[in-house]
């Protein structure tokens, strides 16, 4: 049995202030219920280190957003894997479709970012995802393949322990249209049986696969209650304390 896992994707919303009210919120909400979902949330840079002080003695765990493969030097606005490390982060989003389509980062960046996350004991939450163009084509087991197979390039099994795939499907981020349970549960049985060919099925089984795109209260148990849906990645609605708490619960 895997443990479901829903993560909150801040983005670019949140001062320190308003990551301290947010945070205030969502263990006040989740204090007291006996939840068996991992939790973890993504806020900015910025606020990283106030979110872990906040979060540390709770079961909620801390990621970024992004981070460049360098230790160290003149990369002028980045920020390194051990940078992250040290203000708590044990999680990192890499691949994500706006980091693909406005930061123009391709696959081969990506599995520079997985390697250097991994090698430095951060996890990664890697995306992948479809346009709504690439659907309409008939190309999305080929582009999630390519994504996969690329990103992942030259990564054991062994690796790969602590991996975290999140299936988003472009034209269903911060659009309110969402796949619907059928569509991603799809997809992700397509990526967990290509995972055991590229690796081991027993490898496949263990593997967490969340679904991102438009997750609401209304729509998240009955994604994350499909057989291959492990959780969820969230965005517009983790920055409102109960309607994350909402999905967290709907993920029991
Ligand atoms: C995301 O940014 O990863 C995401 C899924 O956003 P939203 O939930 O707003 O569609």
Redesign the pocket.
């Known amino acids: 049995m895997r443990t479901k896992v829903v993560a909150g994707?801040w983005?670019m919303n949140n001062d320190i202030n308003s990551s301290v009210t947010l945070i205030n919120e969502i263990k006040k909400g989740l204090n007291q219920k006996n939840i068996n979902v991992k939790v973890i949330i993504c806020p900015p840079f910025t606020s990283l280190e106030t979110a872990y002080a906040l979060i540390k003695e709770t079961p909620i765990k801390l990621g970024a957003q992004n981070m460049y493969f360098e230790k160290s030097g003149a990369f002028t606005g980045e920020i390194s894997p051990l940078m992250l490390k040290s203000v708590g982060c044990e999680y990192v989003?890499l691949g994500?479709?706006?980091r693909r389509t406005i930061f123009m980062e391709s696959n081969q960046l990506i599995n520079k970012k997985i390697k250097a996350a991994i090698s430095n004991g951060l996890n990664p939450i890697f995306?992948i995802g479809e346009t709504l163009e690439e659907r309409e084509a008939g190309k999305t087991f080929n582009v999630v393949e390519t994504q996969i197979r690329e990103g992942l390039a030259n990564l054991s099994e062994q690796e790969l322990s602590n991996l975290i795939i999140?299936y988003?499907p472009v034209w269903?981020?911060?659009?309110?249209r969402?796949a619907t349970p059928e569509q991603a549960e799809e997809v992700h049985k397509f990526i967990r049986d290509l995972i055991a060919n590229l690796y081991s099925k027993e490898f496949a089984e263990k593997l967490i696969i969340q679904y991102?795109?438009?997750?609401?209260p209304e729509n998240s148990k009955d994604l994350m209650s499909q057989p291959d849906i492990d959780g969820?990645?969230?965005?517009?609605?983790?920055l409102n304390a109960e309607s994350f708490i909402k999905i967290i619960e709907s993920a029991q």
């Open positions: 994707n983005k989003i994500h479709s706006e995306c999140a988003e269903a981020i911060g659009t309110g969402n991102g795109g438009s997750v609401k969820a990645l969230v965005g517009g609605a983790c």
